[in-house]
């Protein structure tokens, strides 16, 4: 437990240190990466770049740091994040040294200001949060491990097949080369992809979606040709250009919380822009392989015909199903034989008209397409409670869109 001084401390000098949270949280990683240039084989370098992850870490500990003598308030974000860790192998042993470099960049950004006493209370405070997070993810570490089929960390996975799903999207299917059967897991979850690519200093990981439904055999992630000069376009065009069937690619166990909650009657809405159809897939097809009797709702919007990945697939599960329907968006139309229900974006007005009020929705898709739907939605009278929503890279980037 920590004393009422150190809360005190810590809850009045966490406004300050928010103030400076990204000039804090920059400085740690420069000094963490030179002491410990192996941490490099564990962060994603085109968040580094684009300072997202500073400012993720800088929210977090600053969000926590308010509620120190309340940490359950804490425990949502706290879960999302621990899933994250948990998918790229974060351990016990990392937390102090993020702690170190964390202190020392505070110390650092504050400079006299940082007196003993602030600096032995935020001390203690990191020490309580990472305790949090260390048995968070050692729960989940457990629950990984010890499911029929589960392993811990990596694992040897197999390139099964490659399948083009639009001019953008191309669809790989992953065996586990010890043959063993696969762990359950919820349509939603994603798995880590780690690889060694030539040309590049530090092994790289990314997070993709499932996008198939939960079976025994093989994992789907459907993956989109980024533009090159993008930093985060790297491990999807290498996997796009280089890597094919007979490859192997490191995996890690299914994770995150977003996902079908498979105990709901209410009518489900599953909203997608671009690649954010992959998780939407996962869910569609378990929706139809339980013979779901809910409402069910698809919309999707792509850039155009040959951007839209699984269109024949979606309409045939559509057709399979008893009460689904779907809807499809088009932000430009080749010519004028193209259909779709919207062209253009989606707006309130058509969510309006196409989601029930009692609905629970799941979006997934760009940021500003993920911010624009959030809000026609919220505005449409929908609770908090009944959007759920997962975008690619750190949190942060919603709250900034
Ligand atoms: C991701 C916070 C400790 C490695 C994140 C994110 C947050 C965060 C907010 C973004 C989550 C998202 O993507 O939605 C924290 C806090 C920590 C902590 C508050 C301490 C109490 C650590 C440690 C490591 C680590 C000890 C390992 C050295 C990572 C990595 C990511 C991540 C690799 C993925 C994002 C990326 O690669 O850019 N963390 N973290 N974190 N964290 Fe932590």
């Known amino acids: 437990m920590l004393s009422q001084k150190t809360i005190d401390i810590v809850k009045s000098t966490a406004p300050v240190l928010e103030v ?3 000039d804090i949280t920059t400085h740690f990683y420069r000094a963490m ?8 084989n564990i962060f994603n370098h085109a968040n580094q770049e684009k300072g997202r992850q500073q400012t993720a870490l800088a929210n977090t500990v600053y969000a926590a740091a308010k509620y120190i003598d309340q940490l ?3 425990v949502p974000a706290v879960k999302q994040i621990a899933h994250k860790h948990r998918s790229l192998a974060v351990k016990p042993e990392h937390y102090p040294i993020v702690g170190e470099y964390l202190l020392k960049a505070i110390k650092e950004v504050l400079g006299d200001a940082a007196t003993d006493d602030i600096i032995n209370a935020w ?16 729960q989940m570490y457990k629950e990984a491990s010890e499911q029929a089929g589960g392993w811990m960390d990596f694992k040897e996975f197999e390139v099964a097949d490659k399948v083009k799903e639009s001019s953008l999207i191309t669809s790989f299917y992953l065996k586990p080369k010890d043959g063993a059967q696969l762990p359950a897991f919820h349509p939603g979850q994603y798995i880590t992809i780690k690889l060694n690519i030539p040309g590049e200093e530090n092994i790289v990981n990314r997070q993709y979606s499932l996008s198939a439904a ?5 994992y789907r992630i459907s993956v989109k040709r980024e533009a090159d000069y993008q930093p985060e376009g790297t491990v999807s065009n290498y996997l796009h250009d280089h890597i094919g069937k007979g490859d192997t690619v490191e995996v890690s166990a299914p994770a995150g919380d977003f996902y079908l909650a498979n105990d709901r ?4 809405v599953l909203i997608s822009g671009g690649v954010g159809i992959t998780p939407m897939m996962s869910m569609l097809e378990t929706l139809a392989a339980e013979n779901s009797k809910r409402e069910i709702v698809f919309i999707h919007a792509a850039r155009n015909e040959e951007a839209h990945a699984f269109k024949e697939h979606t309409e045939q599960l559509v057709r399979e199903l008893d009460n689904a329907r779907s809807y499809m968006a088009y932000g430009e139309k080749k010519d004028k034989q193209t259909i779709c229900d919207v062209e253009g974006h989606i707006d309130a007005e058509f969510l309006k008209e196409v989601v029930p009020n009692n609905s629970i929705c799941y979006v997934c898709g760009p940021v500003p397409f993920m911010g624009a739907v959030i809000g026609h939605l919220s505005k449409n009278g929908l609770s908090e409670a009944q959007i759920k929503f997962e975008f690619f890279g750190p949190a942060v980037q919603l709250q900034q869109a």
């Open 33 to 40: 990466f030179a002491d410990h240039p192996e941490l490099l």
């Open 72 to 74: 359950e308030v804490l």
């Open 265 to 268: 009657k209410e009518p489900v």
């Open 20 to 22: 400076k949270g990204k």
């Open 123 to 138: 001390a203690e405070a990191y020490g309580v949060i990472a305790q949090v997070f260390i048995d968070t993810e050692a």
């Open 214 to 218: 939960p079976n025994k055999e093989y």
